[in-house]
């Protein structure tokens, strides 16, 4: 599958709890982005890479959230002492950053924040 | 900030009817527009885009104008089939400014057999 893909797929947490997810990009786009889904919902932009550079932060990206992208390949998103708001699906999306738009999304990590 | 509003909100068709929803959105420097289709429990699927200097675009059954003036696009389905049924989101994008996805609430289409 060259696909975006996410890992985990769900994740239950206790609230107060760390956790973490990856997103891997299809191979050579150079942006990537992450939003975050609540049910009824868009999706909302949190952040963006353009290479191992964030570049973006939405407000909704508190200080209990970072996000990383080391070496310009995959991400990873972490939110500390989780709350029960920050229960959502957290999408990620890459292109290739050049001349064409168009953002592919990975299945999404489904949080439950208990 | 870009302020995008969809509408409307659910759609119901009868299978073989048109659908048409809106998109109106207020930053002018938009220049792409994508819509995405998403089923219960799965990722955002692009099913069409335009970009600033077209007016019209058409693949099969499915379709998208634009009105730069009027800011606004439409995506237009024809001869709707019962897998159709999902929720469509529109989601201008300033490219040249990052190119973060801005979408809206999202349409539920229901097409009935």
């Known amino acids: 599958d060259t696909g975006v893909s996410q890992n985990p797929r769900h994740k239950i947490t206790k609230r107060g709890q760390n956790v973490t997810f990856r997103c891997d990009p299809i191979?050579?786009?150079?942006?990537l982005y992450w939003y975050r889904q609540t049910l009824g919902q868009g999706p909302e932009f949190l952040t963006y890479f353009q290479n191992e550079a964030q570049l973006e932060k939405s407000r909704l990206l508190s200080d209990r959230f970072s996000a990383e992208r080391p070496k310009g390949s995959f991400s990873t998103l972490e939110i500390q002492r989780t709350e029960q708001g920050d229960s959502a699906m957290y999408l990620c999306a890459s292109s290739p950053g050049t001349s064409r738009e168009t953002q592919y999304f990975g299945p999404g990590t489904r949080l439950l924040v208990l | 900030g870009e302020n995008v509003e969809q509408h409307p909100s659910t759609l119901s068709v009868q299978e073989g009817d048109s659908a048409v929803i809106k998109c109106t959105y207020s930053d002018s420097a938009s220049n792409y527009f994508p819509w995405y289709k998403q089923e219960l429990g799965k990722r955002p699927q692009l099913i069409i885009d335009i970009r600033s200097n077209v007016g019209e675009k058409k693949d099969q059954r499915i379709a998208v104008t634009l009105n730069k003036t009027a800011k606004h696009f439409s995506l237009h389905i024809t001869e709707t089939q019962p897998e159709d049924s999902a929720v469509y989101f529109c989601a201008p994008q300033i490219y040249n400014q990052g190119g973060k996805l801005i979408f809206g609430q999202g349409t539920e289409l229901s097409v009935k057999p």
């Open positions: 191979s050579e786009h150079n942006r």
